[in-house]
């Protein structure tokens, strides 16, 4: 008996056995609507992780690169310096 058979049977088992017993049919669509909500909170749940994991793989690939040694030469000199505009003093 293949895995797809087994949890078919034992699915056609217990909705059978959920029909003909008191509030069956309740109990059967209450365990598959939470279900369906828990693998909806699971997935939203990974998809916002993999979202803010994205993120901060772009910002970095962004970001100044420093040189280390004679490893990985330098491009171009960064300097972090603020600047200002009309007297108000911005920090970078």
């Known amino acids: 008996m293949t895995s797809r ?5 034992l699915l056609r088992i217990g909705l059978r056995a959920g029909l003909h017993a008191h509030g069956g049919r309740l109990r059967f669509m209450a ?3 939470a ?3 828990m693998t909806i ?3 939203s749940t990974l998809m916002v992780t993999a979202s803010y994991d994205g993120r901060t793989q772009r910002d970095l690939a962004r970001g ?13 000199l960064y300097a972090p310096d603020g600047d200002s505009i009309a007297e108000k003093v911005f920090e970078s």
């Open 64 to 76: 100044a690169e420093h040189a280390l040694g004679r490893k990985s030469p330098a491009v171009a």
């Open 41 to 43: 909170f699971f997935l």
């Open 5 to 9: 058979a087994l949890w078919w049977q």
């Open 31 to 33: 365990l598959i609507t």
């Open 35 to 37: 279900s369906t909500v």
